[in-house]
């Protein structure tokens, strides 16, 4: 059983779907025979047992309806409130909703009376702003809510509830989507790329970040060799409790790590000179604008990410080369907490995306990142930023293969 199933005037409900469908019999508020999807029906019962316990007294108006049964209400609403009023609340053959059985129209009882027109219904706003909070918890989800008129094609409905699982309501309660938004973001492909090595420079001739960040280190004390400066900014990411520390933003965290450079460095700088050098090297750092020309050209086709591992003085060099405003998403270590040595990093992106991992690509110059991609069953693309051609094809093959 598909509790994500998307049924609406563009979605109209296969002949297949009743194969599968399971309902149970109960009794609407009138005291007539009706019919919901099982678990629906049982989520409701513990829904409406809740509301009880707050003084809300709930029942159901409507629920299941055969094809057969839309028609009918047509016809009925038609000749009693008008053809304008019948294509703004209710739906075509096939494309209501409650052909599902998980679509239920809720009637009140407030002081022993009964509620059961729309019209009297939408006076009961903070009835309904109560049931509406508390759905999500029961798996259901406010069908056509306000604002989004556009996008599901109704009216506010605050009667309407659906059933879609109690995942995917609280996803989408709290994301404040709709289950045309969110059915539209599953069907679409992420391609994810990393930063340092694929945007930026690590190509050895070039300037590159690594020597960016050895010059820093040298700038606060020559006598270093590149080798030794290198060692001293790597042994200083990760403190005594394994705790990467150069990746955390607060205060405290920021000056732990300067005082841990300089001790392993055995210099003095303080942490407004050691961000200023680290900002100023990193800016000078080169990268691909052509590549970026073509990270942004992907927009129309799929979603584009960014990930990287990297510390708050990167920023000003990020925000240089790239318009993190194009990217839909964008996984910066430093925020996240997360760095891609921890599949965690990986979850957490999966968390945020909410689609299959074999629709997402993932491109980076780094063996252990893209490993780790793999272990999650992502696309991946090993590749430097000077590879386009190897990016481009990757890309290609990635989007045409659904
Ligand atoms: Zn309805």
């Known amino acids: ?214 010059r820093v280190i040298k700038s606060f004390n020559p006598t270093l060799s590149d080798d030794e400066a290198w060692n001293v900014y790597l042994n200083s990411l990760i403190d005594e409790n394994g705790i990467y520390i150069s990746q955390q933003c607060d205060e405290v965290s920021k000056a732990k790590w300067v005082e841990r450079l300089n001790n392993l460095g055995n210099f003095n700088a303080s942490l407004q000179e050691f961000s200023e050098k680290f900002s100023a090297e990193y800016l000078s750092v080169g990268y691909y604008s052509d590549l970026i020309d073509y990270i942004y050209s992907l927009k129309d086709k799929c979603q584009i990410g960014l990930f990287s591992d990297l510390i708050y003085g990167c920023t000003p060099a990020l925000n240089k080369q790239l318009d993190l405003s194009k990217f839909d998403n964008v996984w910066l270590s430093y925020q996240t907490g997360l760095r891609k040595n921890t599949l965690d990093a990986f979850i957490l992106i999966e968390n945020d995306l909410l689609v299959s991992p074999e629709n997402i690509l993932f491109i980076d110059d780094s063996t252990v990142n893209i490993m780790n991609a793999k272990k999650r069953g992502w696309q991946t693309c090993q590749a430097f930023g000077y590879e386009i051609d190897k990016i481009k094809a990757s890309v290609t093959d990635f989007l045409n293969n659904r």
């Open 1 to 214: 059983m598909d509790y994500s199933i998307l049924v609406n005037k563009s979605n109209p409900i296969a002949n297949s779907y009743f194969d599968n469908l399971s309902l149970v019999e109960c009794l609407d508020i009138d005291g007539n025979k009706i019919s919901v999807e099982k678990t629906a029906y049982n989520m409701y019962i513990n829904l409406s047992a809740y509301l009880k316990t707050k003084n809300i007294f709930i029942e159901i108006a409507s629920a299941y309806r055969s094809i057969e049964e839309q028609q009918e209400i047509i016809d009925e609403f038609t000749k009693k409130y008008g053809v304008d009023y019948v294509s703004k609340y209710t739906a075509p053959i096939r494309t209501s909703e409650h052909h599902t059985g998980l679509a239920i129209d809720l009637a009140l009882i407030v002081d022993g009376v009964k509620i059961c027109e729309n019209e009297d219904l939408l006076k009961y706003e903070d009835i309904f702003f109560e049931i509406h909070q508390s759905l999500s918890d029961y798996g259901f989800i406010l069908r056509y809510p306000k604002g989004k008129e556009d996008i599901t094609g109704y009216g506010y409905e605050p009667w309407h509830i659906r059933y879609v699982g109690k995942e995917l309501a609280k996803y989408l309660y709290k994301n404040n989507l709709t289950l045309e938004e969110y059915v539209e973001k599953q069907l679409t492909k992420v391609i994810i790329f990393d930063w340092g090595g694929v945007i930026m420079h690590r190509d050895p001739v070039e300037n590159n970040d690594k020597q960016a960040i050895i």
